[in-house]
């Protein structure tokens, strides 16, 4: 079969399969994305029965919902998986081909780009975005320059001016969070405005990073109140007069750097500091939950609880992924191979479980290969949304396969921090690179880890790619491409044929009541065009 009919019938596939029943607008539930950071697929207790560390929250989600073992973010590090999630959109389409934002980087959201909030909003959601935002604002700054704090560690911020471009202009009602944990300013920001002003300076050795603070800004006090207005956004919504379904996005700063769990976590799992903080970040978890059945909306919230990419692999006391193996015999990444940036498997594969009870069965697992950005597209076929074609270009219609039911998806790409890709068709994955590996040596997998795990050297830097087969090898052990040319040869076409045509999902063209510039203003650049790509193909290490 050549590539032009291979692409017509995954075209044809999603276009089929897309076209499922939107629920009765009657019956529309509330919305709440849990989004952890940085959290591995083996840290969670019901996805690594070897895990050191207890998460009895998560463990009775999934008791009470449905357990994904195939779910993807679309970057391996989180200002790209973030923009997948809020967009539908590959991440490499947009500016950002490598990397994430540096501190006080501009909005990566196209200002025209149609969002997942404003998509739900328009189907009258209240909308709200609490914790971790790193995609980016416009800050107002005292020279004209751009914003920075690099000089002598001072900041030519103006912090008495709103800050534009934010998540209220992307589709949000409302905002409450701090950009990057580790990342000035370090204060909360509600809105468009900080929370106070920070005039004092950071402590590299708390935060990595120097920058304008808060006096007292204390890592310890993030997360606690950020579950704190989360649980009062769930009250609030139960208690309103006019009650509107609500869209909650809450993205945690935990278990990211710095580690920083509360006295009562500290020294309560098997997995260090680390494993406190992801046992205080099923807490968090068990305080939504429990806000739910108090407020009496548990029976109508449809509740994912996933993380943005995988585990690091280094924190702050030179203990990540690799290190908790030895110190502690946990390994975050469960049995799959790579972390946090990696294109292999470990750097955005990541837990997924969905809660709706009466809709999502119960006690459920679920092998249904996804995407974060197959989010938007679903939650459209929910809501009655009828997703205009230069929108959520990469996200196709699975909310059958939320409700329990297997959908049979199209390839799809997954990027490491570098941008390269990795295709997924079916049980094979296909890596653009000679290895996976994005993390640089000697940090990233050592050779210890490599004899423990039985990986085969051949393959990592000899070949242009690498080619696995996770039904028979999840762990990515053994590089399939010498005997699989022919497979090769047709899914580096179909990467290009991605590329080509701006998007992997194709919809009918139809207009709809939601407009794609909901949040253009004259003047401002689009940002991104249907031609953006991808890295280098076959990227070199």
């Not at 008791?63 to 970057?75: K, P, Q, V, W, Y």
């Not at 103006?158 to 969070?177: E, H, K, L, V």
């Not at 990057?180 to 468009?192: A, H, K, L, M, T």
Request: with cysteine; net charge neutral.
């Amino acid at each position: 079969m050549n590539l032009k009919r291979l692409f017509t019938v995954f075209a044809g596939l999603g276009i089929l399969c897309g076209a499922v029943r939107a629920a009765e607008p009657s019956v529309r539930p509330n919305i709440i994305i849990i989004l952890a950071d940085d959290l591995g697929y083996g840290d969670v207790a019901c996805y690594n029965p070897e895990s050191k560390i207890a998460t009895p929250n998560l463990n009775r989600l999934a008791r009470e919902g449905l357990r994904f073992t195939d779910a993807h973010a679309a970057s391996a590090v989180c200002t790209p998986s973030r923009y997948g999630i809020l967009t539908g959109r590959y991440p490499w389409r947009s500016r950002l081909k490598r990397g994430v934002l540096s501190p006080w980087g501009a909005t990566l959201i196209e200002s025209n780009r149609l969002t997942l909030p404003a998509m739900l909003r328009a189907q009258g959601y209240t909308t709200a975005a609490i914790g971790k935002w790193h995609l980016g604002w416009h800050w107002p700054t005292l020279d004209g320059q751009p914003p920075s704090s690099r000089t002598n560690h001072h900041s030519n911020v103006d912090f008495s001016r709103p800050i534009t471009d934010g998540p209220t202009t992307r589709g949000f009602d409302t905002y409450f969070g701090t950009d990057v944990p580790n990342y000035p300013p370090f204060c909360f920001i509600e809105n468009d405005h900080t929370v106070g002003n920070p005039t004092a300076l950071s402590n590299p050795e708390d935060f990595n990073i120097s920058g304008p603070a808060l006096p007292g800004w204390r890592a310890v006090n993030i997360l606690p109140e950020l579950t704190r207005r989360a649980v009062r956004c769930v009250e609030d919504a139960a208690q309103a007069k006019n009650p509107r379904p609500l869209f909650l996005y809450f993205a945690l700063t935990s278990p990211h750097y710095p580690i920083a769990p509360v006295p009562e976590f500290v020294g309560k799992s098997g997995a260090g500091r680390y494993g406190d903080y992801v046992m205080q970040t099923d807490w968090v978890v068990g305080q939504i939950a429990d806000a739910l059945r108090r407020t009496g909306l548990a029976d109508n919230t449809l509740l994912i609880f996933t993380s943005d990419n995988g585990p690091e692999m280094d924190d702050e006391i030179g203990i990540g992924a690799f290190e908790r193996i030895q110190k502690f015999d946990h390994a975050s990444m469960g049995s799959l191979r790579g972390v946090k940036r990696d294109a292999w498997e470990g750097g955005h594969r990541e837990p997924f479980i969905v809660r709706w009870p009466g809709h999502a069965p119960a006690g459920k697992v679920s092998e249904q290969f996804l995407i974060f950005t197959d989010l938007m597209a679903s939650f459209a076929a929910l809501t009655g949304s009828t997703l205009p074609n230069d929108a959520a270009e990469d996200s196709f219609n699975l909310l059958p396969a939320l409700l329990g039911s297997k959908v049979a998806r199209p390839p799809g790409v997954m990027v490491g921090i570098s941008g390269k890709p990795a295709l997924r068709q079916g049980d094979w994955v296909l890596i653009a690179g000679p290895t996976g590996r994005e993390n640089p040596l000697p940090r990233g997998e050592p050779e210890w880890f490599r004899q423990l795990r039985g990986y085969t050297a051949a393959g990592d830097g000899n070949v242009s790619c690498q080619l696995f087969n996770l039904r028979e090898d999840p762990g990515q052990r053994t590089n399939r491409v010498a005997t699989e040319g022919e497979r090769v040869k047709a899914m580096l076409a179909l990467l290009q044929q991605y590329q080509r045509a701006g998007r992997s999902v194709d919809r009918p063209s139809q207009s709809s009541g939601v407009k794609s510039s909901h949040a253009s203003r004259a003047g401002e650049s689009t940002g991104g065009s249907s031609q953006a790509g991808l890295a280098d193909p076959v990227d070199s290490e």
